[in-house]
Structure formats: C-alpha cells, structure tokens
C-alpha cells in the first residue's frame, strides 16, 4: 500500500485514559471512577498485526473502542495517519470513520435483527454517499463473496445465519467501506474452535489482499500468536509489556506475561509436564481504586522473591526499551534478562504454585512452603500440579 | 483509495438484485397473514363511511321520523319497517347515527394516536438515547403530565382555546382530540424509553456509529423498527381507550353534541332505553367491538411482519 506518511505508524497512541464516572447516593454525586485504562501508550505500524492480550476487565476492549472514538477518553491523544483524532467533531471525524473500522466479539448481538444484511452491509457506503444505488448492490455483493457468503444471501435477515457465517457479515460491513484500520474486539471468542479457525485464517487472507492493520484484542494467548506481529499485553489498564510475536512467547520479560503464558495449555503432554506453571494469587484488583505504583505489585511473583522492594509500591514503572522493539513495564525485568537467574527465578515461583496447588487440592491444610529462595526441595518439573483444579 | 479499490476487485456477480428493506418485506408478511388482511380490510371500510357516511347513510342523522315513534309508542326496534337497526326516541335512524358516528369516532381514534406517537416517541427516545439531565428532566416531565387529572386538563385546553381557529376545527372537536392526546402520551413515552435504553447498548449500534451514522439515523432505522412491536400494540390498544374516553367527554358535554352523533355518546344516551330497547345500545357497542377487533388483528399482523424471526410462521 503507498502512502504519503509512508514511514509513520498508522496510528499511535499515547498517555490514553479513560475513567467511567461512578455515580451514587441520593443526589447521583460522583462518588468514585473505574480506572478502566490509564496512561496507555502504544503504537500500530501500516499493515501489521498489533495483539492486544490480557484479562477480562483489564481495558483491552476499551482501547479498541476509544481507537475508533466510540468513547471519549479521559485524557491522551490519538493520531491517526498523522491527524490528531481525539478532539475532532463526529462531522470532523466521519472522513476518519471511513479508514478504520471494528468486528466485534458477538456476532448475535452485532447485527440489527431488524435489516437485511444486505442493507446492514450497504449502511456505510450509503451514509458515507458513495455510488449509485446499482453501484453499491455490486460492491455489497463483492464483499459478500470477498468473505465467503452467497451475495443472493442478501435478502436475508441475522437470525438465518450462523454465527461463524455472521462473523463474516460483520466483516462484510466493515469492509465495505475500505478501511485500513481494522479493530477486531475478539472476534473469535464466541465461535466454536472449528470455525475460529476459518474466520482467523479469512482474517489473514483479506489482510494479505488488501493491506489492511488489524488490532486484535483477544484474551486467548493461542489465537494472538497465530495471527499478531506484535503484541501488546495489558494489566488493570496499563500496558505491561509490547514486543514482537516470536519475542514475548519465547522470552517475555514482564512477571505478568510470563505468568499469564505459563497459564497457556500445551497440547504435548511430555511438555506439559516439564511447563513450570505459575499461579498468580487473589483476584484482579479493582479497577476503582487500583494499587499505588505498579498496578501489578499486589500479585507479583518477581517482587515476593526480590524480597517486596517498595519501589513496586511507590513509583510508577514505565514503559522503557528493553531490547529491540521490546518494551517493558517493571522496574526490575532486568533480572529476567540473564537466563540463569531467570531460571531460577522462574522455577522457584513455579514450585511455590505448584505446592499451594497440592495444598488445595488434597485439602491437607496449610503446609509449610519452602522459602522462596531455597527452591529444589520441590522438583519444579514434576507434574503435580498439573492437574490442577481452575484451567486457565 | 483508488488502488485500495483495485484490490477488492473480486468477480462481480452479474445477476441483478433486488435490495430488500424490512418496510417492504413487512408489507408482504403482512398481506399474507390473512386476519391481519381482513382487519385492514374493515379498518379501509370504516374509514370509508366515515368519510363518505353522509353520502351513503339511508337518512340524515338528524331527520326525525315522528309518525313512527308515535306509532311504536316510544323507539321503533330493529327489523321492522323501513329503519333497519331502529329508531331512537326522538326517530332518527339509528344505522344513520352509527354512519355518522364513525365520523367522530375513527377521527378520534386517529387524531388521538398520532399525538401520542408525535410527542410520546420523540420525548422516549431523546430521553433514553441522551440520558443524563435530558432523560431527569424529560421524564419528571412525564411524571408531571401523568399526576395532572386528566379531564381537568381537557376542560382547561378545549375551554382555553374555544374562541381561537384551532378551537373552532371540527365544531370544537379538534381541540378536544387533540387534549385527549396530551393527557394520553405519557404511556408511549415511557414504553419508548424504556424500549430503547436496552436497545441502545447493543453492538449494532457500536457498528453503526463506528460507520457514522448519525444519531438521529440510528434511533429511527435502527433502534425504533427493533421497538415497533410493543409500540403497535399500545398504539392498538389506545384506540377504544380514545373512543370511550370522547364518549366520557360528550357526557359532560366537551365530546360530539346534539345532535351529532359518535358510537361512545349513543352508547349513553342508548343507556337509558337499555330494558326496553336494547339495540339502541347493542348496535353501537357492536361498531366499537368491530373497530376495535380490526385495528387489534391489523396490529397484531404488523407487529408480527415486522419481526423477521417470525417469518413463515404465521
């Protein structure tokens, strides 16, 4: 694709948040916010594929949505192809509504039951005043068959379709309008596995054949490695850890990420046994009154064994540049740099969750952990708490 | 975008297509659910001798025939002589009145609807799509509208305006449908709101505003066609709640006056012969049951064209 910004991202985000107004009481006073993101920054170069990963209620889907100015954030900016989109008017912004679009996550809930999804796919090109009404039939029926639906499909209304067919009507209707920006609120997520896998791999051939950058906001690990050239990993409305695909399955260097993909289900059984799984403790915090510095302070396996420094409570981590394209949030990652003390480090978090996992599951009451730093007492590698209770 | 455009050059399909939009795949649903049909069917007929009844009616409503009441020794019955339903008291033709009341009563029906749907689903739906201040102050304004009594109201506005153009319209009818419809709006406001609050955070609208649909394009295509069908069913009922309240009106004098006739009045002034003349309550009681009846399938038959899901289970 050639463009006048060629070097540019397409987009780039920066310092974004967005705090949902909590109202209560008598009066309906503003008794408090839900810090669904704060402070994000993050970049979408032309043509790729950025993941964004992490827990539900973390802000993932919120960043998509404030992407496409489906919310109006807090604070930050968004630029767009060079243009700052976040003060525009919607008259402003309606160009720009043209050059990125969204699919979403259900695709009962995303069409109107009420149009035939021929209409519903012609929408845009009518609000945006683009050919004839003949004209506009032939694009519709274009798409319809770019995505694998019988264009004579468009006389039919949602409920005749299912839902891996729907997902495609919704792609349809995002695409009908030629964008460059795709925002894809886990797309996925609701279909069966059989067709996940039809819809990620029409995903990747239209993006092949028409050059489109995706955002892909996911929660399932698996289907962002299959598809993302980055990915960006969120906590409670921060961004932990961006680096590229290869880089963040094969060495992830925030506590968060190697966590969350210790929790990834490995299908070879040999491996699986020699996967050190660490389990993070307690709940996300709430997102209404999150942790003082690092947001993941409170859960965070790396800080135990660093003997709870109270940097992680007081100081804000950045995100900073740890390795090419591979940036982190935590002040101490550079422990995890040196694969020895990584190593160890891993290991012995792993044993802590795997003795607090036999502990649950044989309900055997407390039983003494080793000190964290002593490690070996419990082989790491043994499978026991691999069948653990509470699959990830 | 031009070689963007190139790229989604995939085989055209030559066949033409027809567009289809819900409105007209509606209207053939609709006109194949046969009750549905013959309800439109008698609304047209009503309809028809409310406009034309003058033309078509046996008498004038007002011509007395005073040899046959004399004759009978008080209102002639159906069925005998040359008055098929009867006479009143006074011998006017009672087929005649009931003619001549479809006048009143389907002008009410309508007049009284088209307010309620004029005011009540702007007022719902500004204040379930803006919320905020907007959706406090529009519904304490309902809430308001809803406590104030109803005929006092009436009296007020018909009393108020009686000298002006708008008060004159329709022998000072007009004034009074018209009041009866700001009293009665209330009801669709609330079902619209409430209606629309639910639907209003549903993806299909993220898409729509994701594509720049304006918010008014995306109430009325979206978000009103997916509320129609509790909308038709108040609209449905409302309309013999309109006739039976102008009969109310007329009892107390705001309604039709002598010696005009709509189907509420000659249901009370048939009231007093209800003993010995029961058809002078009976028959106009009868055209209300009809109306009603009709407008009820016709509504039913829309509500249900109107949802595809339910196609070709009618």
């Known amino acids: ?392 | 975008m031009a070689n963007r455009t190139g790229a989604l050059e995939a085989p055209a399909a030559a066949a033409e297509r027809r567009s289809a939009s819900l409105w007209g795949d509606a209207f053939r649903r609709l006109l194949r659910n046969r009750l549905a049909v013959l309800g439109g069917l008698f609304v047209l007929l009503f309809i028809f001798v409310a406009i034309f009844g003058s033309f078509i009616a046996p008498y004038d409503y007002r011509e007395q025939d005073l040899a046959a009441v004399v004759a009978a020794g008080g209102p002639v019955g159906p069925w005998v002589g040359p008055h098929i339903l009867g006479t009143d008291n006074l011998g006017r033709d009672l087929l005649s009145r009931i003619m001549d009341g479809a006048r009143i009563s389907m002008i009410v029906a309508l007049v009284v609807q088209a307010v309620v749907l004029f005011i009540g689903v702007p007022v719902g739906a500004a204040a379930a799509w803006f919320g905020g201040r907007l959706d406090t102050l529009l519904m304490r304004f309902t809430d308001i509208v809803y406590a104030f009594p109803d005929l006092l109201f009436i009296i007020l506005l018909s009393t108020a305006l009686r000298e002006t153009v708008f008060g004159r319209a329709l022998d000072g009818l007009l004034v009074v449908f018209v009041a009866i419809g700001l009293t009665a709006w209330v009801g669709m406001a609330r079902l619209v709101r409430g209606q629309l609050l639910s639907l209003k955070e549903t993806e299909f609208v993220e898409a729509a505003r994701a594509i720049g649909v304006s918010d008014f394009k995306i109430v009325t295509r979206h978000l009103l066609p997916n509320a129609s069908g509790p909308m038709i069913v108040a609209v449905t009922l409302g309309i013999p709640g309109a006739i039976l309240a102008e009969a109310t009106l007329a009892f107390i004098g705001l309604g039709a006056q002598e010696p005009r006739a709509s189907w509420g009045k000659l249901v009370f002034d048939g009231q007093a012969f209800l003993r010995s003349e029961p058809h002078l309550v009976l028959f106009p009681a009868l055209a209300v049951a009809i109306a009603l009846i009709s407008f009820t399938f016709l509504g039913d038959g829309l509500r249900d064209a109107l949802d595809p899901k339910l196609k070709g289970k009618q």
């Not at chain 1, 915090?285 to 302070?297: D, E, I, W």
């Not at chain 1, 790396?302 to 982190?328: A, F, I, M, S, Y």
């Not at chain 1, 101490?332 to 003390?341: D, H, I, K, S, T």
């Open chain 1, 1 to 392: 694709m050639t463009t006048t910004n060629g070097d540019r991202p397409l987009v780039e985000v920066e310092h974004l948040a967005e705090f949902f107004p909590i109202h209560g009481g008598v009066l309906q006073r503003q008794v408090g916010e839900v810090k669904a993101v704060d402070d994000v920054s993050f970049t979408i170069r032309r043509g790729e594929t950025l993941g964004l990963v992490g827990e539900s209620g973390c802000g993932k889907t919120t960043v998509g949505r404030l992407l496409l100015r489906l919310l109006e954030p807090t604070d930050g900016t968004i630029t767009f192809d060079g243009t700052d989109i976040t003060g525009l008017s919607e008259r402003d912004l309606k160009p720009f509504r043209r050059r990125m679009q969204i699919i979403f996550q259900d695709p009962f809930a995303s069409l109107d039951p009420r149009a035939p999804i021929g209409a519903s796919i012609e929408e845009g090109l009518r609000i945006h005043q683009i050919g004839t009404p003949a004209e506009r039939r032939d694009q519709v029926a274009r798409i319809m068959e770019l995505v694998g639906l019988q264009p004579y499909h468009a006389r039919r209304y949602p409920h005749e379709f299912s839902g891996g067919q729907r997902q495609r009507i919704g792609i349809a209707r995002a695409l009908v309008l030629e964008p460059e920006l795709l925002v894809c609120d886990e797309p996925v997520s609701a279909l069966d596995v059989s067709i996940q896998a039809q819809v990620l791999n029409l995903l990747r051939q239209l993006q092949r054949d028409l050059g489109l950058t995706y955002l892909f906001v996911a929660h399932n690990m698996g289907v962002v490695e299959h598809i993302s050239d980055r990915v960006a990993v969120m906590y409670l409305g921060t961004m932990s850890e961006v680096a590229p695909a290869q880089e963040i399955y094969r060495f992830p260097l925030h506590p968060y990420t190697i966590a969350l993909l210790s929790a990834v289900p490995v299908a070879d059984p040999g491996a699986r046994a020699r996967q050190k799984r660490i389990i993070l403790l307690g709940d996300v915090p709430s997102p209404v009154n999150p942790p003082s510095g690092c947001r993941f302070h409170t859960r965070c396996w790396l800080r135990k064994q660093l003997d709870n420094p109270t940097r992680c409570e007081t100081e804000r981590p950045p995100l900073r540049d740890l390795g090419p394209d591979h940036q982190v949030s935590c002040h101490f990652a550079e422990e995890l740099v040196q694969v020895e003390r990584r190593e160890e480090l891993i290991a012995n978090a792993a044993a802590v969750s795997s003795a607090r996992a036999v502990s649950d599951e044989e309900e055997i009451g407390p039983v003494e952990l080793p000190p964290p730093d002593t490690g070996g007492i419990f082989d790491p590698a043994a499978p026991i708490g691999d069948d653990t209770p509470g699959h990830p």
